[in-house]
């Protein structure tokens, strides 16, 4: 009998039993192997399918923002693809057209503005896509009923790759615009108002301050008017008794006997002088009341050029002569000093800054003993196109705890009732309307004041 090679194949009808009999324990692993992938398939199918429901949440989360804001924003908003067709628009779009979202959506961006924006649109696109900036300009919706203008900025938008995908246009309505800025204008009148009647009312209160002062500046020359006023009668009764025996045809000699009775050479001298005396007396009441009526002045209206030094030598004076204490006026520097400014305005700060430092000088003595000694030096000097001034005392100074608040409204280290506490609160602001500010030098002895004002033209040449 022919014996088969080794290494021959197994017959067929027998490979079943061979196959399961030569299988044994790796056979269990290869199906074990087999249930290990069908379950991390399915672990794996489960994952993704709830990564996949978190991103549909995400993606209806998003939808429902997106949507919430378009109906939302008061604003006009419409988005815009590279081929100029709206793809989207903000509710506020579709209440001033009239038309629905829908009916927008797909139309050319020409068809939803007026027939002469439509050139200024398509430049404003033009330049937006080759500078990648926003542009602003005007232009109307066309609305079922009349134009909405808006005020509408037109800004690109760019795809994952930084490339221009297309324009959102953002726009408000100009009437909402012009309401707004009336509002703003009419509060801005309010506000300039109120400042003016801070600034009248502070400037009565220093003037209230100095009603001693000028009842006793008045009171001289209209003193000596009257009393002269009082000689020149008496001359002029005595000249017509001279005349009336002129007229009645006295003699030589009883004239000039006459003339020695009444004394006529001498009253003749005399009322040459009363007269001198009275023109000086008028003169200087109508400088008082010129004086006053500048102080009083509100200050407002265009910048002028003024005298800077005539117009401290004024205030001061006035604060000085209504103070209750000894204080020496230093006035140094250049003598004349042209600046532009409102001279009412910056008077009032002159003022309000030398009745401090008086109030300061004076609060170092006492109710009977007054301070003596104090001092107010005032210098004036022209630097780099500005003038400066300097008000410097030697009272007390500010301590240090309080130099940060002396320029808030209302903020005053004096009694009740003898002091608002306005006078550098609206002193600064007026400094600033002048475009400049009022500081307070430090490390100096007593309280030093300083600010600028821009000098006049033929002044700054």
Known sequence: MTQEPQGASVPFHAAPQEFIAGAGASGDAAWRDVLDAVDRTYA????????????????????????????SVSDALVVVSRQGTVVECSASVTDLTGRDAGEIAGLPLADLFTATDIVRLDTALAEVAASGQPVTIEAALEARGQPAPLDLSVAPRFDERHRLAGWVLSGRPLGELRRANARLEASLAELKSAQTMLVRNEKLASLGRLLAGVAHELNNPISFVYANAHAMARYAGKLETYFDRVQAGASRAELSALRGELRLERDMRNLREAVEGTSEGAARVRDIVEDLRRLSSDGSGEMVAFDLAEAVQIAAHWVLRGSRAHVALRLEGVPRLMVRGRPGHIQQVVMNLVQNAADAIAGAGTDTAPATDGAITVTLSATGGMGRIEVADTGPG??????????????????????????????????????????????????????????AQEEAR
């Open 44 to 71: 794996d199918l489960v994952s993704h399918h709830e990564q996949l429901e978190r991103q549909n949440h995400e993606l209806e989360a998003l939808r429902s923002f997106h949507a919430s804001v378009l109906a």
């Open 398 to 455: 500010i301590p240090p705890a309080i130099a940060a608040e002396i320029f808030d409204p209302f903020f005053t280290t004096k009694e009740v009732g003898q002091g608002t506490g306005l006078g550098l609160s609206i002193s600064a602001k007026i400094v600033e309307e002048h475009g400049s500010h009022l500081e307070l030098v430090p490390g100096t002895p007593g309280a030093r004041f300083r600010f600028q004002l821009p000098l």
